[in-house]
């Protein structure tokens, strides 16, 4: 089972929610290859209670998880900010993650964010799973807490952010605290945007449906974390792609709606595999005679301007190799 233990339903926390970008990032999981993921949405966001309620109308229960009608298995969750700095991830039903999230009401402002011991003290009320999020991302102080408040935690989250930003450091850091305080390192990408999506997952063998279930694997380490290849790319992508459509939603225009576009682009493929789409490349083989090159580059052109790609730019190597980029056409 491929799990993304750090994932959010809303393109940003200060957005209203949309069902319908909701409903595209679950199922642009599905299509990335996800099994399941944990659904660790801002404390405070805006309308945190809505999102919870149109994902129980949409879903059945399946152990401690909800299930999606596509098959996605989200295990809900929250992600705090704690007065020291950093965030800390829980993980329970969807009942206890709202009632946790309805007793921080008077602490969901800079100012008023719990501190991290009572945080715990919180959580530790309930059957949650409690892990640090990103504990060595900047401006985060995790890693300077008290050890004996450190040792609550039940895992560490290498995220799919800082592994894109600096993969050797990410790793390094988080496994090493992990090995300090003998607690189980897994994985999520943090995305907010479905691109992310995939840049890095943690695998099990078998398929947990309930805390105690996945709080057993966790703790027995049955689960491998894998990278994508394309870790940076997609990451830099989500992120630029992120802060278009805020700027879009800041001029009054509906984000959802140019991300989306019609139903049928929406129906014919992935977004991911929309964006991959969107650039092409073609390497005209040597040709030392210019007319015969120029032949070459004009039926390429033709070929690809049929399959509904334009020519950008078009360049000649020492070697005599012609590389033509195509856009797709509208992009």
């Known amino acids: 089972m491929k799990l993304d233990f750090h994932t959010h339903g809303k393109l940003a926390k200060r957005l209203p929610f949309s069902t319908q970008y909701t409903d595209w990032l679950f199922?642009?999981?599905?299509?990335?290859?996800?099994?399941?993921?944990?659904?660790?949405?801002?404390?405070?966001?805006?309308?945190?209670?809505?999102?919870?309620?149109?994902?129980?109308?949409?879903?059945?229960?399946?152990?401690?998880?909800?299930?999606?009608?596509?098959?996605?298995?989200?295990?809900?969750?929250?992600?705090t900010d704690i007065a020291e700095g950093g965030h800390i991830l829980s993980l329970g039903t969807v009942e206890t993650i709202l009632e946790l999230n309805q007793r921080l009401a008077a602490h969901k402002q800079p100012g008023h964010f719990l501190p991290f011991e009572k945080l715990l003290d919180?959580?530790?009320?309930?059957?949650?799973?409690?892990?640090a999020?990103?504990?060595y991302r900047e401006g985060g102080h995790i890693p300077e807490l008290p050890r004996e408040q450190l040792e609550r935690l039940d895992f560490l989250?290498?995220?799919?952010?800082?592994v894109a930003e600096d993969r050797e450091r990410a790793e390094r850091l988080t496994r090493s605290l992990g090995e300090r305080l003998h607690k189980p390192v897994?994985?999520?990408?943090?995305t907010h945007q479905a691109v992310q999506y995939g840049c890095i997952w943690t695998e099990f063998a078998e398929k947990p449906a309930?805390?105690?279930?996945?709080?057993?694997?966790?703790?027995?380490?049955?689960?491998?974390?894998?990278?994508s290849e394309q870790a940076a790319f997609q990451v830099k992508t989500a992120g630029i792609l992120k802060r278009a459509l805020k700027e879009i939603h800041a001029l009054g225009g509906?984000?959802?709606?140019?991300l989306l576009g019609s139903g049928k682009e929406q129906d014919s493929c992935s977004f991911s595999d929309r964006l991959a789409v969107a650039y092409q490349t073609v390497v005209i083989d040597y040709s030392p005679k210019a007319g015969e090159m120029a032949d070459r580059i004009r039926l390429a052109a033709n070929e690809m301007?049929?399959?509904?790609?334009?020519?950008?730019s078009a360049t000649t190597t020492g070697s005599a190799k012609g590389i033509l980029v195509f856009r797709g056409k509208g992009m």
């Open 27 to 79: 199922g642009e999981a599905k299509a990335a290859g996800l099994d399941a993921l944990c659904l660790t949405e801002h404390f405070n966001t805006l309308q945190f209670d809505e999102l919870y309620g149109y994902l129980l109308h949409q879903s059945k229960r399946e152990g401690d998880a909800l299930l999606l009608e596509n098959g996605l298995r989200i295990f809900p969750g929250m992600e």
């Open 122 to 131: 919180l959580f530790r009320e309930y059957d949650v799973l409690v892990g």
């Open 133 to 135: 999020a990103h504990p």
């Open 157 to 162: 989250d290498l995220n799919g952010k800082d």
């Open 186 to 190: 897994v994985s999520g990408s943090d």
């Open 210 to 227: 309930t805390l105690d279930e996945l709080r057993r694997q966790i703790s027995a380490g049955a689960y491998q974390i894998m990278v």
């Open 254 to 258: 509906d984000y959802v709606g140019v």
């Open 305 to 312: 301007s049929r399959k509904g790609f334009e020519l950008v």
